[in-house]
Nanobody, 116 residues
Framework: QLQLVESGGGLVQPGGSLRLSCAAS????????MNWYRQTAGKERELVAT????????NYADSVKGRFTISRDNAKNTVYLQMNSLKPEDTAVYYC?????????WGQGTQVTVSS
């Protein structure tokens, strides 16, 4: 069955970096665009970054442009989110998502906390 498993979250000081990973299984990973979202309590889930199936095109939310980089390794069925220059407002649970046969599939999320 389709599964997405995020990892790499944690506590980091402002200005620091983290690299999130999302390991995918149960579908042909290299055929699908992948997305990273984030959510804080009381707010809707926000799209952070998208990467096309071959990695040739990437898009970012304005709030993370120039600081975050999405990438993928189709040989490892994994999508990454490199987060630099982190700010307290980046604190959230981060999720990866794929749309497969018209349905959205989500991972369980990984907590990122930016605090001194």
């Amino acid at each position: 069955q389709l599964q997405l498993v995020e990892s790499g979250g944690g506590l980091v000081q402002p200005g620091g970096s983290l690299r999130l990973s999302c390991a995918a299984s149960g579908f042909t990973f290299s055929s699908y665009a992948m997305n990273w979202y984030r959510q804080t309590a009381g707010k809707e889930r926000e799209l952070v970054a998208t990467i096309t199936s071959a990695g040739g095109s990437r898009n970012y939310a304005d709030s993370v442009k120039g600081r975050f980089t999405i990438s993928r390794d189709n040989a490892k069925n994994t999508v990454y989110l490199q987060m630099n220059s982190l700010k307290p407002e980046d604190t959230a649970v981060y999720y990866c998502k794929v749309k497969n046969w018209g349905r959205d599939y989500w991972g369980q999320g990984t907590q990122v906390t930016v605090s001194s």
